[in-house]
């Protein structure tokens, strides 16, 4: 099975912009999660998909939002983007929303100018 | 919320030594502790998870152990090689019983293996 992908694997944009990442989950697997990598802060929970359906969101601003597809795959879009949104953008997909184990994809790199 | 402290943040061991690294959760209802592992410039990767029926649980060099009365979980990894040098992750989430499936994680430690 292909493993979960990114796109685009990087990214420069400039303060004000917006910008989507997109995420293709293992083949499958219903659940997608969305996580922000950031050298001071790890890794910090975004919002997770299950069926469409955002089941779960953590603690960022309402700039942050997603969505899921019918077929699993999510994007995420991050308006009026801030110099502190850079980061290392991580999706990870499930079969369930249950426990079962995340596979992370390689992640999309977004620098903010 | 769920809060996961991590320590060390990071650990340098000689190869053949064992290394152990520590979280604590502040929410009681977590049942599920998976560990991943990060190398350089790669996703991160399950390495092995625990959940709270079980105290301990063991592959190959690798091990976890859960105390829920002290909300802590460790990792320890024994014989260590040069090629287990990464940032480990431990998290916790509450599954299963209609709760949603939310990871929080620890902020990593940096586990450096000298040959």
């Known amino acids: 099975k292909a493993g979960v992908t990114q796109t685009p694997r990087y990214l420069i944009k400039t303060r004000g912009q917006q910008v989507t990442l997109s995420c293709s989950p293992i083949s499958g697997h219903r659940s997608v999660s969305w996580y922000q990598q950031t050298p001071g802060q790890g890794l910090q929970f975004l919002f997770e998909y299950f069926s469409e359906t955002q089941r779960n969101k953590g603690n960022f601003p309402g700039r942050f939002s997603g969505r899921q597809f019918s077929n699993s795959r999510s994007e995420m879009n991050v308006s009026t983007l801030e110099l502190g949104d850079s980061a290392l953008y991580l999706c990870?997909?499930?079969?369930?929303?249950?426990?079962?184990?995340?596979?992370f994809g390689p992640g999309t790199r977004l620098t903010v100018l | 919320g769920e809060n996961v402290e991590q320590h060390p943040s990071t650990l340098s061991v000689q190869e053949g030594d064992s290394a152990v690294i520590k979280c604590t959760y502040s929410?009681?209802?977590?049942?599920?502790f998976p560990w991943y592992k990060q190398e350089l410039g790669k996703r991160p990767q399950l390495i092995i998870d625990i959940r709270s029926n079980v105290g301990e649980k063991k592959d190959q060099r690798i091990a976890v152990t859960l105390n829920k009365t002290a909300k802590h979980f460790s990792l320890h990894i024994t014989e260590t090689q040069p090629e287990d040098s990464a940032v480990y992750f431990c998290?916790?989430?509450?599954?299963?019983?209609?709760?949603?499936?939310?990871?929080?994680f620890g902020k990593g430690t940096l586990l450096t293996v000298n040959p």
């Open positions: 990870a997909s499930s079969l369930e929303a249950s426990g079962s184990e995340q596979f």
């Open positions: 998290a916790a989430s509450t599954v299963g019983g209609g709760s949603n499936y939310k990871l929080t």
């Open positions: 929410d009681s209802a977590s049942n599920y």
